[in-house]
């Protein structure tokens, strides 16, 4: 059954550092988002990206975040400084249409800010 | 906004008992509704969609109704099993704006 991948599943990186963050999302899906959890809270929104270009994004999702789909296959996710409170688990998301079908999530990334 | 509330935050019960497991909604302009199975330090599994025009969805013994005007759905899990222990998320998707709106969870451990 296809399934959507995320890479890493853990990263450790220093305070204002950048990570990329990678998601492989189910190939015939058409949305893509960003969602993250931070210890013990809900998970929150961060991005959706749909025909190559972000159509929602939250206040969350400041200067300091992009998105990109470099490829036909990878999305990925920068955070170009990372803070001490960017230390969350980090999800990615897809789905075939917005409102007929479930969005499917990745594993998950572990992002520790140090 | 949309605010998700769900309750009760974590339940226990003995195996074999059915599980009904609550959500309300702020914000009753939904296109559908999804129900997601977390486990510790994992993903979200996706457990069913409701769409708004429906009032039952069911997988196996998980069913999930939807009351859209009065902003509410209940996971009924029957016939509970240990495996079931974990985190339950209900997500909302709303018609203003493209994302998910999750809900806290219910915790629930089913005991031999």
């Known amino acids: 059954e296809p399934e959507v991948t995320q890479t890493p599943s853990h990263q450790v990186t220093q305070m204002g550092q950048e990570v990329i963050l990678r998601c492989v999302p189910i190939?015939?899906?058409?949305?893509f988002y960003w969602y993250r959890q931070i210890l013990g809270q809900k998970v929150e929104f961060l991005v959706s990206?749909?025909?190559?270009?972000?159509?929602?994004k939250s206040e969350i999702f400041d200067d300091q975040f992009s998105v990109e789909r470099p490829d036909g296959s990878n999305f990925t996710l920068k955070i170009r400084s990372t803070k001490l409170e960017d230390s969350a688990m980090y999800f990615c998301?897809?789905?075939?249409?917005?409102?007929?079908?479930?969005?499917?999530f990745g594993p998950g990334t572990r992002l520790t800010v140090l | 906004k949309q605010e998700v509330t769900q309750i009760p935050a974590a339940l226990s019960v003995p195996e074999g008992e059915n599980l009904v497991l609550n959500c309300s909604f702020t914000d009753s302009a939904i296109y559908n509704l999804q129900w997601f199975r977390q486990d510790p330090g994992k993903g979200l599994t996706s457990l069913l969609l409701i769409q708004s025009s429906q009032r039952e969805q069911t997988s196996g013994r998980l069913n999930a109704s939807l009351d859209k005007s009065s902003g509410r759905s209940t996971l009924y899990i029957a016939a509970s099993q240990p495996g079931d222990s974990a985190t339950y998320l209900c997500a909302p998707w709303q018609a203003a704006g493209n994302k998910l709106t999750f809900g806290g969870g219910t915790r629930v451990l089913v005991k031999p």
């Open positions: 998301a897809s789905n075939r249409d917005r409102v007929s079908y479930e969005q499917f």
């Open positions: 190939s015939n899906h058409l949305y």
């Open positions: 990206f749909y025909n190559n270009e972000i159509s929602e």
